[in-house]
């Protein structure tokens, strides 16, 4: 009898924590106005499709929340607005709140109490803050809008929640502010910003913070940049400044020599820039794994990904490899065990599931899974 109850016992255990170690996989698809949620299914190496939801035309930028229960999406079509969802069980999802927005928003996070929604918009030039209140919901008054210089682009908050940032693409500027978690508002740091310049028109767009301090204990960001097809890396000072350090190229040589440096891509759309001599550089999106071993960006014109080690001492970026990915590659995950990236194309209607190589950072192609039309955000829950 006593065996039967241990036994019994280690099954629930056993079943308990395959339950725990579900991971969700949530992809916005602009085009198709919906999302994707699929299974990632580790033991399997698989991606297993659970449905698909209506969240409105341009769905784009998302983020989960801290609990993993809610998702967020950013409607980028009017009326601007983030779309709320709970997360069931199975990972299906349930839409349950819309929240106005001031502007359509390309980027969406939360501050790392979790307590407030933070917003950037590319079109309007302004950032916004607003609250979550205790059942999921997004509060529709803004806590605080502020209006930026052209083209913010994304937006965070350090991992000390003290300090929050936002890339600045028409400036070529990073933004620093002062973050008050208690009542979500921010105050301009001095400086105000600091300058991605090495040279004009390099375009900051996404940026990365390392999970860790480098063997110097300083705190390193890597800001990836549009235009130059650079990544600029810069380190946190204690009273929330940055100092920037080097710039290191974004894409193998071999491919970048056949391309010539981007522009600034105008607001009627991403594909009304005059033809040019050589394909324009474009870059998209930026990750690093959770030991801070590896990084790895998009550039979507040559629709490549790029794989970087991560120096322990310092910080500094050194080339793995770029190979080919999903046709105009827009947003990419890592999931936590930091073994697999999921990427998307914006003009792909497959995302890939890739392995990580835990020795080398190089990634392997496990298989290629239908998506909607105009792929560019990847969220992963677990």
Do not use: C
């Amino acid at each position: 009898m006593k065996k039967t109850v241990i036994a019994a016992g280690m099954m629930l255990f056993a079943s308990t924590v395959l339950a725990q170690e579900k991971s969700f996989v949530y992809v916005s698809n602009g085009d198709s106005g919906t999302v994707t949620a699929y299974e990632l299914q580790k033991a399997q190496r698989q991606l297993k499709p659970i449905g698909e939801y209506p969240s409105g035309l341009k769905s784009m930028p998302m983020v989960v929340s801290l609990d993993n229960k809610t998702l967020y999406v950013s409607v980028r079509s009017k009326p601007y607005h983030v779309s709320a969802w709970h997360i069931q069980p199975d990972g299906s999802l349930q839409h349950f709140a819309d929240t106005p927005l001031p502007e359509a928003m390309a980027y969406v996070a939360l501050d790392k109490s979790g307590k407030f929604l933070l917003s950037s918009s590319y079109g309007g030039d302004l950032f916004s803050i607003n609250r979550i209140v205790a059942d999921g919901k997004v509060e529709s008054a803004p806590v605080q809008v502020v209006h930026t210089g052209k083209r913010a682009h994304s937006i965070q908050t350090d991992p000390s929640n003290q300090f929050l940032y936002v890339p600045l693409l028409g400036a070529d500027q990073l933004l620093q502010y002062s973050f008050d978690s208690h009542s979500g508002t921010v105050t301009a740091n001095t400086p105000a910003f600091v300058n991605i310049q090495r040279e004009s028109a390099t375009g900051p767009r996404h940026f990365t913070f390392a999970p860790q301090r480098d063997e110097k204990g300083e705190q390193n960001l890597y800001v990836l940049t549009e235009m130059a097809g650079n990544i600029s890396r810069l380190t946190l000072n204690k009273d929330g400044t940055l100092t920037e350090h080097e710039a290191t190229p974004s894409l193998d040589p071999a491919i970048a020599a056949n391309m010539q440096r981007g522009e600034a891509r105008p607001l009627t759309g991403d594909d009304d820039l005059p033809k040019s001599a050589k394909p324009r550089l474009w870059q998209a999106d930026i990750h690093i794994t959770p030991n801070g071993r590896f990084l790895y960006s998009t550039e979507r014109t040559s629709s490549h990904i790029t794989a970087f080690h991560v120096s322990p001492s310092d910080g500094r970026l050194t080339l793995i490899n770029s190979m080919p990915t999903e046709a105009q590659p827009r947003g990419f995950a890592i999931d936590n065990s930091g073994r697999y990236l999921i990427e998307s194309g914006q003009k792909s209607t497959q995302i890939s599931l890739y392995s990580i190589d835990q020795a080398s950072g190089k990634l392997t192609l496990i298989e290629r899974v239908p998506t909607g039309k105009g792929a560019n955000w990847v969220t992963i829950v677990e």
